[in-house]
């Protein structure tokens, strides 16, 4: 949710009219006030009944505009509002995919508005842990539309992140491209959101500064320019001071063609790819499967 917010401040920042449908209750006027988006430019509507939410797009479509960003968090969450109508009666049936096949027609409609409407459709989804040793570990909810309709997919995984008191102050979170119809897939990056302070725009520098030969590391000690810097956010400082070492950055990766790309979940998602992979890269995936296999047993 606080990934999408973010992608809606940028998008309002750009001219786009922003509408959230919640499934959840998740989203309020701090929410989103707390990582830049203007709430008094938000339309924010409540249902988790995936009918409603249909007749709600089916208002926007009819406007004719342009230039929306919506927002649906989450498919997870969402049902028929049969289930209230059933539930009132005391008589609630079992639902025979009826809910799968309205979230399919409401992921089409949503598909063919952002197109026509050259608008932006953000959905979140959840993941769960598949029941078959073969295969991906994980499988995205929300029926197998859910990955044919969208033109990219994210998967986030999070961990905690510490100040120097070991008190939690915000998330990391490694993002990956499951699917890119614009680019290619798998590629990874890493975001370090502050609950305090916000984004990180220097997460992740000091690793790839490190690899350029840009930075050198010796214990918890950076060496940067030839200024030294205890810990890694102090080291991130030097970025900040120095614009010039992102341009050497920028240079560096330029020439070295270096990519992010994710060969153990290329390997998972496209089974068929292993064989372009080195040997090294073979048995790192092999390990990473038999880990997963471990962790399922158990």
Known sequence: SSF?????????????????????GAWTKEFVERWGVDSENVLLIYTPWVNEIMNVLGSIRATGEEKYAIVVDSIGAMERGKLAIDAEAGDVKADQGSLQKEQKRMMKLLQNM????????????????????????????????MKLAPQIIISLKKTKLFDGSKNIIGNAVKAIALKNRFYPPFEEAL???????????????????????????????????????????NAEEAFEKDPEILKKLDTWLSKTGYSTTNVKIKAVEEP???????????????????????????
């Open 191 to 233: 975001i370090e959101i502050d609950y305090r302070s916000g984004i990180n725009q220097y997460a992740g520098m000091i690793d790839l500064a490190t690899e350029a030969e840009l930075c050198s590391v010796g214990g918890s000690w950076f060496t940067i320019n030839g200024e030294k810097y205890q810990g890694r956010s």
């Open 4 to 24: 999408m917010c973010l992608c809606l401040a940028e998008a309002q920042a750009k001219g786009y009219k922003i509408i959230v449908l919640d499934t959840e």
């Open 114 to 145: 952002s197109i026509s409407m050259n608008s932006i459709v953000m959905c979140s989804g959840h993941y769960y842990g598949s029941p078959n040793q073969y295969g991906a570990a994980e499988d995205i909810g929300g029926g197998k539309y």
């Open 272 to 298: 068929e790819e292993i064989d372009d992979m080195t040997e090294e890269e073979k048995d790192d995936i092999k390990n990473e499967l038999k880990n997963i296999g471990k962790k399922k047993r158990k």
